[in-house]
């Protein structure tokens, strides 16, 4: 009875070595396979650096990565995006609904809400991929920049930033605003 059981364990542990070896030849030979190391975006928010995974199928990782150089999306001050207007060198995507930026946002800012980032991807197309983005949201209990700015990263946009205080930030210091759909 002892020498069936070790038996089939041994040849259970020789079967399950050889479905493994198998497996992984056939996720490393498929385009569309699990990247076994799941590549990451680096972000900052202040002083606090965080690793965001980046989830682009492995076809799309070996094209883009010898292309793209990614820098860490980074968190903007109030001080540092007001400079940023003041010598226009930014495109600044408000992430809120639209009826939000309608009832006021940032002057100069246009509106892409995150949640119909997806259906309008085709218009960044047209966007030089070194153009200088920065993305607002609510603020500090809002996320969509960072997310959009992450997602922006991984399309091949060199320079994204994102503002993380936001839309209360920018109006508790009684910047301008703008009411409409006019940027």
């Given amino acids: 009875m002892k020498k069936i059981v070790l038996l089939l364990l041994r040849r259970s542990c020789i079967l399950l070595i050889v479905v493994c070896v198998i497996s992984l030849c056939y996720d490393f030979l498929t385009p569309k396979g699990i990247p076994w190391l799941t ?3 680096v972000i900052r928010i202040g002083e606090v650096t965080q690793k965001v ?3 682009i199928p492995r076809r799309e990782l070996k094209t883009t990565a010898t292309t793209v150089s990614l820098h860490a999306i980074t968190e903007v001050s109030l001080t540092e995006l007001t400079q940023m207007l003041q010598e226009a060198q930014i495109l600044l995507l408000d992430t809120r609904s639209y009826a939000d930026y309608c009832a006021g946002h940032i002057p100069g ?3 892409l809400p995150y949640d119909d980032f997806i259906a309008r991807t085709a218009n960044l197309v047209e966007i030089d991929p070194n153009q200088k983005i920065v ?3 609510e603020g500090l209990n809002c996320s969509q920049s960072i997310d959009l700015a992450v997602r922006l990263g991984e399309m091949g946009f060199r320079d994204v930033y994102f503002y993380y205080g936001g839309w209360e930030e920018w109006q508790a210091h009684h910047n ?3 009411k409409g759909r006019q940027p």
Wanted: with cysteine; net charge positive; proline share 20%.
């Fill in 39 to 41: 590549p990451v975006r």
């Fill in 53 to 55: 995974p980046l989830f």
């Fill in 109 to 111: 800012a246009f509106s």
């Fill in 135 to 137: 993305t607002y949201c």
């Fill in 176 to 178: 301008p605003i703008v």
